[in-house]
């Protein structure tokens, strides 16, 4: 049992008769305290019936029972002395109260704890007798039964029967207002919570909630809306709620909150319209009102639903700048689902695929596929789609007319909130423009820019590949190295643009002779190589190389003019003469300068032994930049004869090196080595110097002698300031320039017509000039004409075959007859018998120079063979 009791009075048990009338007055009293209790706590009331009972009857126990469904419940126990409140419950159909329910009435019983042996409070409480009365409710059921125990047996008077009817009412009242009390509890309770619950729901909805009054006053201001206004509900409640809208207290609109809540007090709704709202700073943001009225039984209310669409408004523009990107950007963009169907693609991808935006909507990307890539490809871009969420590279599409689009494509996997793949997002980038440079670019890096010959890095490729597929099909190739004959002089002295039109023909010419296998190429200026693939022997490069050298020999025009361009090539073989690349160019090269050496204009094929000569020459080469310091160079004299009357006429002075270990080196050798290492403009003007030096100690020590003639290279007189050095000299040495003759090559002259200027300007100074080996080229007479020259030497290669050869006899007539009516004179050089004397005399040549009339010597020699007789 409960612990709780209620407060002990004070009552005194009387046992005699003579005491009864004071206990009915005391009964009386307590009954009216009873009843002076009313309005207290009906718990309160019970214990009090509880103890009363207890105390005014003299029994042990007195518990008060409500009736609950089938349960008794112990609302409050007396026990001797002790009140204990809810003090549990037990079945009612077990306890002896169920009879005095069943009756409505009180029921005394005697022995009860044997009569009801399953009612466990009586055990409990060793009860031998029992007396319960019932309390009923307004409807007359029994709601509360009271029982008083005692452990012995006992009698009840009719006076105490009645005072426990009159406290069974009580409690039955009692138990009906606790009831009602319960009751208005539990509805208060659920008011409450329904308030509570309408509150929430108003303070927790996204939108601003505003209820105005009758008067458009501020009545409720929900939580969303003072976030969103920024005030405190206490500091807007009561204020007309124009100020928080534009068009109230701001600046009217056309959407003006007047206008609107007017329109809702007339009748009208409105629904969502976007009107301008005010933050508590006076700051405006966008909302979308809503206005209803909301008709209440006594008053008319009105609600404002509030929603804040400033972030809405931003997406909607970041929507729109998107749409606009989306339409306007150069790039092609196509949106596809996670089908891989096409449901948004923009203008410049229908331009750029040629088809329009309804033609590919539900379609697949495969629409403009061009069918160049295979399907690794395609398993590779899934690949990577699927494992990185991103593909970017090139693609080739196909435009809708059928031509095929290199782009540049870059594909992002979109995925949603959960993680899952929603959209694939493709931009693609028409590349043809890029892929347009890329491969000229790709030309220029592999072809020489102006014949579009393939340049050394491309040629490097090809003779790659070539050694390669002479070793798989056991094939021989052939590198040829072509060098253009005396191009150098054409290109100074006719310009570039003359020697650029030569090239180009020089290529095409190559080009169009050789398969298409083959590679032409050209490695800068005159140099060409080329490469003969699948032969079956070095005969075969052989044939190519005359067919190359007569196709290249033709006539070519330029500038109006003809040009006759000779080829000298050297020819290496593979695998014969190298097993890399660097040695082949290097072998071909070494044959060419062999080829060069022979005479230019011929086709030589590499051996171990030309590589020997071109270390040689290497050596040679070296050995020559130090020949004058060390004294190792000198001029030797060959005498030159007026063949008729056997007088001294004049010498040709001719350099010799005498090197320490091999002895003298013919000019041949290094004179050709000095012009190609440019050294002969140093060489040459040291042997005009000495020359002049030599004639005019002859002159000066009283020797006569007419002229000297000096050889002159190409290259001195294209250095340009050949003629200032050949004055200069002149002045050192006090020489008259009419001692001095230059000979110069009839080839480099019909070349280099520029040089006319340089001899013009010798002549000027009064310098003799001769034209060497006359009748090894190709001018013409209206050309000879206009050369500032006077002597014409014929080359000995004519000289030695005559009179024996018809050929030559008439080669050397003709420059005799030619020479007379150009009045200059002839000089017949290599005279070496008098045969040859005699037919050069009788054709009208005077001068001569050969062994026949004695060999170059030392100048000392010299004066002393020739100069003192004379
Ligand atoms: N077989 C034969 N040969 C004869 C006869 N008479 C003269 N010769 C040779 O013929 C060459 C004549 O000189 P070149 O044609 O100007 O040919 C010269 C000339 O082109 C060049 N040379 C020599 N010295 C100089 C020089 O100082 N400057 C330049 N630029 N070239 C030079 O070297 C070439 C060769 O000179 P060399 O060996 O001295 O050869 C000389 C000379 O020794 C003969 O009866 N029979």
Known sequence: MGSAKVKNFDFSRADDDADASARQIDRLKRLYELSLLMSGDPMEVFAYAARMIGELLAVKVVCLSEIQGDQLQFLSVYVQGDIFTNAGSCQLAV????????????????????????????????????????????????????????DKPRDFTEQDLELLRIIGQRIGMELERKRLGQQKEATLAALRASEQQNRLIL?????????????????????????????????????????????????????????????????????????????????AFPVELSIACLPMAKRQLYTL??????????????????????????EGIVITDTDNRIVAVNKALCAMTGYSQAELIGQRPSKWKS?????????????????????????????????VIPMLENINVVRDGSGAISSYVAIMTDITGIKKIEERLSHLAHHDPLTGLANRILLEERVSLAMRWAEQQQHKMAVLFIDLD?????????????????????????????????????????EFVVILGELAGPELAHAVAGKLSELLSRAIVADGREFIVTPSIGIAMYPED?????????????????????????????????????????????????????????????????????????????????????????????????????????????????????????????????????NVSALQIQRGNFAESVGRILCETGLEAGFLELEV???????????????????????????????TSYSSLKYLKRLPIQRLKIDQSFVRDIPN????????????????????????????????????????????????FGKPVPAAEFTRLYLAES
Not at 305 to 330: A, G, M, Y
Not at 817 to 844: K, P, Y
């Open 745 to 775: 090559t009839e080839s480099f002259i019909i070349e280099a017509e520029q040089s006319l200027v340089m001899l013009d300007a010798l002549r000027q100074m009064g310098v003799e000039l001769a034209i060497d080996d006359f009748g």
């Open 95 to 150: 306890t002896p109260c169920a009879t005095v329910e069943a009756a409505k009435d009180i029921r005394v019983i005697q022995n009860v704890a044997a009569q009801f042996p399953r009612a466990a409070f009586l055990r409990q409480h060793n009860a031998y007798s029992y007396c319960g009365f019932p309390a009923l409710d307004n409807a007359g059921n029994v709601v509360a039964v009271t029982c008083l125990l005692d």
């Open 578 to 710: 190298a097993s890399s690349i660097e040695d082949l160019f290097k072998h071909a090269d070494t044959a060419m300068y062999h080829a060069k050496n022979q005479g230019r204009n011929n086709c030589q094929f590499y051996s171990a032994g030309l590589s020997r000569t071109v270390y040689e020459n290497l050596m040679l080469e070296s050995a020559l930049r130090n020949a004058e310091e060390r004294g190792e160079l000198s001029v030797h004299f060959q005498p030159q004869f007026d063949m008729a009357t056997g007088e001294l006429i004049g010498a040709e002075a001719l350099a010799r090196w005498l090197h320490p270990e091999l002895g003298l080196v013919s000019p041949a050798q290094f004179i050709a080595l000095a012009e190609e290492s440019g050294q002969i403009v140093k060489l040459g003007e040291w042997v005009v110097r000495n020359t002049c030096r030599q004639i005019k100690q002859w002159l000066s020590g009283g020797l006569k002698l007419d002229r000297v003639s000096v």
């Open 203 to 283: 303070d927790n909805a996204g939108d601003g909630i505003i209820i105005l009054n009758e008067h458009g006053l501020i009545e409720s201001f929900n939580r969303t809306a003072r976030e969103m206004f920024g005030y405190a509900a206490d500091t807007v409640l009561g204020r007309p709620a124009q100020f928080l809208f534009a068009g109230g207290e701001h600046a009217d609109g056309d959407q003006a909150f007047d206008r609107l809540l007017k329109r809702v007090q007339k009748g009208g709704v409105i629904g969502a319209t976007e009107i301008l709202a005010y933050y508590a700073d006076n700051s």
């Open 805 to 852: 050869d018809p050929n030559s006899n008439a080669i050397a007539r003709a420059v005799i007859a030619m020479a007379s009516s150009l009045q200059l004179e002839t000089v017949a050089e290599g005279i070496e018998n008098s045969q040859q004397r005699d037919f050069l005399m009788a054709e009208g040549c005077r001068s001569g120079q050969g062994y026949f």
């Open 305 to 330: 639903i509030v929603r804040d669409i400033t972030l809405r408004k931003h997406f909607e523009q970041k929507l729109s700048q998107t749409h606009t990107v989306f339409e306007n950007t150069s």
């Open 486 to 526: 005396r191009f150098k002089n054409i290109n100074d002295s006719f310009g570039h643009s003359v020697g650029d039109q030569l090239l180009k023909e020089v290529a095409k010419r190559l080009a169009l002779a050789v398969r298409e296998t083959d590679t032409v190429s050209r490695l800068g200026g005159d």
């Open 371 to 403: 069918g160049l890539h295979d399907g690794r490809f395609f398993s590779e871009l899934w690949r990577s789609l699927l494992q990185t969420g991103q593909w970017r590279g090139e693609i080739w599409n196909r435009h809708k007319s059928g031509e």
